[in-house]
């Protein structure tokens, strides 16, 4: 099994997602509680724009089981495609799961953002990125008004 898993990953980072997919398949028939093979199965799917497959195999790598490297990809890989397909709250639910389990993650928020952007929620959205920039960015320009851009991201609307 370790070496068919390894020959299908192998083809997706070869851009052979197709392929890669006939084989996880055939392993999940023997595998149906794989958690790690539903997880490249996933991503084979959202690389051949396959978006609803790719939402039941994130689903279930993530009930069945993920080391925390893959878990962490996962839930940002089921949030982004829930986001490209219109389905905002349950990107947003997800991004939230993720950001509660792995807190460092700042890529959550970014795409956090996004989901913020697509349901209206501007204001949200904007604060969250002007914070995570004045956090993250080692640009010394920002950084030299790291506090200005921090006490501005939640007073977006507010005149003086």
Known sequence: M??????????????????ALNILEKLLIDE??????????AWCCDNLSLEKEAINYYQKAIKF?????????AYLGLGSTYRAIGEYILAKET?????????????????L???????GEYQKGMELLLQLLAMTSSDSDIQLYQKAITYYSTRLEDKW
């Open 2 to 19: 370790k070496s068919k898993l390894l020959e299908a990953i192998i083809l997706r980072e070869n851009n052979q997602s197709k392929e």
């Open 32 to 41: 149906p509680l794989n958690g790690p093979i539903y997880y490249q199965s």
């Open 65 to 73: 089981g993920l080391n925390q490297t893959d878990l962490k990809e």
């Open 95 to 111: 991004f939230l799961k993720g950001i509660d389990c792995f807190p460092e993650n700042n890529a959550y928020r970014v795409f």
């Open 113 to 119: 953002a996004m989901v913020y952007y697509n349901l």
